[in-house]
């Protein structure tokens, strides 16, 4: 027999490699291109068509390849850590008291620091520059007043060494912003009780400015429907008054259907209510700016209170 190697035909299939076979491969592999050289070619057939069959999941056990970098791995945050950031935002603090009163002084020199309140601001303002004041307070960017919290009216009759105004109504104010905090007290004169209406500076005022008339009797010019808000409309007198009986008691006789109310709204919408009660829709609801049923001012618009006792508004405008 020739010792010469036999040649393997191109197209025959390579034997399945033995254990021996495939260990002879990984050795072979592992000594790398140096030894590898120094083997015969029969030997060195043999690890060729071992790697070959193992395939390419054994293929990472090559030293020669390059290795795949590991995948990153992220930490994810603690509770605290979580906390933490979520916190980091601070708001803006609201300004000392000094300092908003003299900002406010600065601007309006009647302005003067109720005396009364020893822990908050509490401003005392004339009535005519109540709206003037507010204005200021919510436009102004170092205090950004823009929230009313309540409106409360007080009787001073009985209050002990009272030398002042019989009432006053306070408002009290808020910046959502910096949460800084301002009272408004306007003294109202018994012989005449009335204050200028906020209800278009703030919405909100509308049913406050009724329940500080129904209960104290502070009149409020150029409120849109001032009326009774929680006495029916029979009452006579206002119970919060210090001088009024607290044991009298009202009887109601006819309840208040508030018609007025609703006519009132339902023109603001563009409806046309008929004299003889009927409702007729708009054909198409307007875009703001284009209700023709308001005359462009809105509901504090006196005409509009006439055109709800039955008067028709002029056209041009929404709320």
Wanted: glycine content about 6%; charged content about 20%; aromatic content about 6%.
């Amino acid at each position: 027999m020739s010792d010469e190697p036999k040649q393997v035909p191109a197209n025959a299939t390579a034997p399945a490699p033995t254990p021996n076979t495939a260990q002879a491969a990984a050795a072979s592999v592992a000594t790398g291109p140096a030894s590898s050289s120094a083997t015969s070619p029969s030997n060195a057939t043999a690890p060729m068509v071992a790697t070959a069959a193992m395939g390419p999941a054994h293929e990472p056990a090559k030293q020669g390849a390059a290795a795949a970098p590991p995948a990153a791995t992220v930490a994810k945050p603690s509770a605290n850590e979580a906390v933490q950031a979520a916190s980091a935002w601070i708001p803006p603090k609201p300004i000392a008291n000094d300092t908003a009163f003299a900002l406010i002084k600065e601007r309006f020199a009647v302005v003067e620091r109720d005396p009364m309140d020893k822990w908050d601001l509490t401003l005392l303002c004339p009535a005519e520059q109540l709206r003037a004041l507010i204005t200021f307070m919510r436009r102004d960017a170092q205090l950004t007043i823009d929230m009313l919290l309540d409106i409360s009216a007080i009787d001073y009759l009985s209050f002990p060494n009272h030398r002042e105004a019989r009432f006053a109504v306070v408002y009290l104010l808020k910046s959502l912003a910096t949460n800084q905090r301002i009272k408004v007290k306007v003294r109202v004169e018994e012989e005449h009780a009335h204050l200028p209406t906020i209800s278009d500076l703030f919405r909100i005022a509308d049913w406050m400015e009724r329940e500080a008339w129904d209960q104290i009797g502070i009149v409020f010019d150029g409120h849109p429907n001032l009326k009774r808000l929680l006495n029916h409309h029979e009452f006579v007198g206002h119970p919060l008054r210090k001088d009024y009986p607290c044991q009298k008691r009202q009887k109601l006789s006819v309840n208040d259907p508030m018609i007025d109310q609703l006519v009132l709204r339902l023109r603001q919408n563009g409806y046309t209510v008929l004299d003889d009660g009927g409702v007729e829709a708009p054909e198409r609801l307007s875009a703001p700016g284009a209700n023709p049923a308001t005359g462009g001012r809105g509901q504090n618009d006196p005409t509009l209170q006439s055109a709800a006792d039955g008067a028709r508004a002029e056209p041009g405008g929404v709320l």
